[in-house]
């Protein structure tokens, strides 16, 4: 049985819990109502004339939610209808209270539904103290369905938008809802802390109905530990408080949770007449919903009395009331206590039946949000993005009237900061056109010192390749001339021979003064441009069956300046001559590419290699140098790879424009 009250006891905290969430839907619908106003003549709600769309009828229709949420949104719907869209303020404030009426009869979906339209014009207007209510409010319905992470989102933003108000005093109403999240989690010590946050509030004059529901909170926290004692400390408070400011729903709601710590301390006579005080103020009241929540009450008390029979009766008429209000939880609560009465008579096929109801219903509760959740989340987005850029506009504002304010004082200081900029730059200038002046000169110095050098080892190079080649041929053909000319009695067949030998010498002669010819200044480079030139190169090295090498060219263009051509063709010779007398190479590739922009050679041997970081022979340390002075001429690069007994791979680009 024990475990039966404490039951019970949960299904009634949930109950209340969903009050506790109305009330603190009233407290942020219109912070400007007065809750106690006179209710006016239905001649004045009924006037389709927007005149009326003053703060006594704002005040009329936030008590009328109370009493009646439909005929309350049939109002709303009227006057929305006939409003212009010249006044955002009021149509926000009318889509709020239809979203309001919805939460009254649960249907969630709809409140969604209504709440996002007005939240919509108020992100639009950047009207934060409505944004920042009806942030809260959607934070109380997902946290009432469940969704907690999305209510605390929403919590999160309303805190801003108050921030950005300057409205500290709402505030302490989001801490409230910020507690009742931790309250459905059952942290109970985190919601504690954030409802003594609420009452340790520095602001004055508190908000007295925030008060007694924030006192109703803590008691329904201490009810949930199994601290009776407290809860009914904080319960009593919260009466007294109520009963001083004629507070009829915070004293509604304070009588219920107590009828649910005396049932839990299974004290039903005490737990009767709370409910029956409840009952009797929603009854005077005309609210509705609030009088089935406690004839629930007062059907558990009844069924833990064992008074089947008028348990039964009560939970029969509160089915129909449920019915009558289109009330989801109303009909759920409605299905457990049914359940649960037919459990303990032992007719069990029916609490199986409203067993399942109470799940089909509350199944259907979520679902109706569902769709809504998706609308709300894309929603969301493209607001937040509207809110970013009109905040980037107001903060753009405000900086230029901040400016405007000191406009003289900051424009002095502006001009002398300009100024001494201007100066330093004048100084920094200067300075840097005198180093860049220093390193063109030391640049060009260094480049007609390296031109000369490539020049003197050129001359070097041919003067040696006529004394070795042609002086050594010529001067075979002289001996053989002189030896013809000094033996007079020489035979025929000597004659023949030497005659032979010294035309040889002339003919190799002949050649090799061809291949320095060609080699300075070859034909074929001036008639049929670079590519023919370097394939006539190849050809000729590979009729020598001594090494092969091969030759890759692509778009390779003709009309090439000379400059160009001449530097790569000098490279291609100098590199193929190093690897084939030095690097002792079987195989050479060749690749030569050009694009829109720069022409790249690269040349790769399988010969010795050699380290680039200790000395080399000074023949291809000295080839090298004059390829390299010669590419940095024409604004190229250079890059060498080679290393002991891994050939050697050098890569020179060119730009086609010469600076």
């Known amino acids: 049985m024990a475990l039966k009250i404490s039951n019970i006891c949960y299904v009634n905290c949930k109950t209340t819990i969903k009050l506790l969430i109305c009330l603190l839907f009233l407290i942020t619908i219109n912070s400007c109502s007065d809750r106690t106003s006179s209710h006016k003549s239905d001649d ?3 006037d389709r004339d927007t005149s009326v769309l003053n703060e006594g009828f704002f005040n009329n229709i936030h008590k009328l939610i109370y009493e009646n949420p439909l005929e309350a949104r049939t109002t709303v719907f009227r006057i929305l209808d006939s409003l212009g869209t010249n006044d955002p303020d009021s149509r926000i404030k009318l889509l709020k209270y239809a979203g309001s009426s919805y939460v009254f009869e649960t249907d969630y979906s709809e409140a969604i539904k209504y709440y996002n339209m007005a939240l919509s014009i108020a992100e639009e207007i950047n009207l934060y103290i409505e944004t920042a209510n009806i942030n809260n409010n959607l934070g109380v319905i997902y946290n009432e369905i469940g969704d907690y992470k999305t209510a605390y989102i929403y919590f999160i933003e309303a805190l801003n938008n108050y921030d950005l108000a300057k409205n500290q005093d709402k505030k302490i109403g989001t801490f409230n809802n910020v507690g009742l999240v931790y309250l459905y989690l059952k942290n109970y010590d ?14 004055q004059p508190k908000d007295t109905v925030l008060i007694v529901s924030v006192l109703n909170n803590i008691a329904l926290c201490y009810s949930s530990e199994n601290k009776s004692e407290s809860a009914l400390e904080y319960l009593d408070q919260a009466i007294t408080l109520s009963e001083k400011i004629n507070n009829k729903y915070g004293l509604c709601i304070s009588y219920q949770l107590m009828g649910n710590v005396f049932q839990t301390l299974n004290q039903t006579e005490k737990a009767f007449n709370a409910y029956s005080v409840s009952m009797d103020i929603a009854r005077e009241q005309n609210w509705s919903y609030q009088l089935a929540v406690s004839r629930i009450g007062i059907a558990r008390v009844l069924l833990n009395q064992d008074n089947i029979d008028e348990a039964l009766k009560v939970a029969y008429d509160v089915f129909d009331m449920a019915e009558e209000q289109k009330s989801l939880v109303l009909k759920s609560d409605t299905h457990q206590l049914l359940s649960d009465i037919f459990e303990k008579t032992g007719d069990y096929r029916n609490s199986l039946i409203h067993y399942r109801e109470y799940i089909k219903v509350q199944e259907e509760i979520i679902n109706q949000t569902v769709i809504h959740q998706v609308y709300d989340v894309e929603l969301t987005y493209l607001n937040h993005l509207n809110k970013m850029q009109q905040l980037e506009l107001e903060k753009k504002e405000l900086a230029i009237s901040n400016k405007n304010n000191l406009l003289f ?28 002046q220093k390193t063109i000169i030391e640049l060009t110095e260094k480049k007609s010192n390296a031109a000369l050098e490539a020049e003197i080892q050129e001359r070097k190079r041919i ?16 001996l053989n001339v002189s030896a013809l000319n000094q033996k007079s009695e020489v035979s025929n067949e000597r004659k023949i021979k030497l005659i032979e030998s010294a035309i040889y010498s002339i003919d190799t002669a002949f050649n090799e003064l061809r ?5 300075l200044s070859p034909t074929i480079l001036v008639t049929k441009g670079l590519e023919e ?12 069956n001594k090494i092969l090498i091969s030759c890759e060219i692509f778009g390779l263009s003709r009309q090439l300046d000379n400059l160009i051509e001449n530097t790569l063709y000098r490279a291609i010779q100098e590199l193929t001559n ?10 050479i590739s060749i690749q030569l590419v050009q694009n829109n922009e720069e022409i790249t050679l690269m040349i790769e041997d399988d010969g010795l290699g ?10 291809i340390s000295g080839g090298i140098q004059n390829i390299q002075s010669r590419v940095e001429n024409l604004n190229g690069t250079i890059f060498i790879d080679s290393k002991k007994n891994r050939g050697t791979i050098i890569t020179i680009t060119v730009p086609l424009k010469l600076i």
Not at 190 to 203: E, G, M, P, Q, T
């Open 515 to 519: 291949q320095i010819s060609h080699n």
């Open 533 to 544: 030139a370097v394939q006539d190169m190849v050809r000729r090295i590979n009729e020598s």
């Open 610 to 619: 050699f380290d680039l970081n200790k000395e080399h022979p000074h023949s």
């Open 190 to 203: 985190k919601a504690l802390f954030y409802f003594d946050k609420v009452l340790d509030s520095d602001i």
């Open 409 to 436: 004082f900051i424009s002095l200081i502006f001009i002398l900061l300009l100024i001494g900029l201007y100066l330093a730059y004048l100084n920094y200038h200067h300075r840097q056109k005198v180093k860049l």
């Open 463 to 478: 003067g040696q390749d006529l004394h070795d080649g042609l002086g050594q041929m010529l001067s075979v053909a002289r």
């Open 44 to 46: 004045t709600l009924n």
């Open 578 to 587: 190093n690897a084939i007398k030095h690097a002792h190479a079987s195989s």
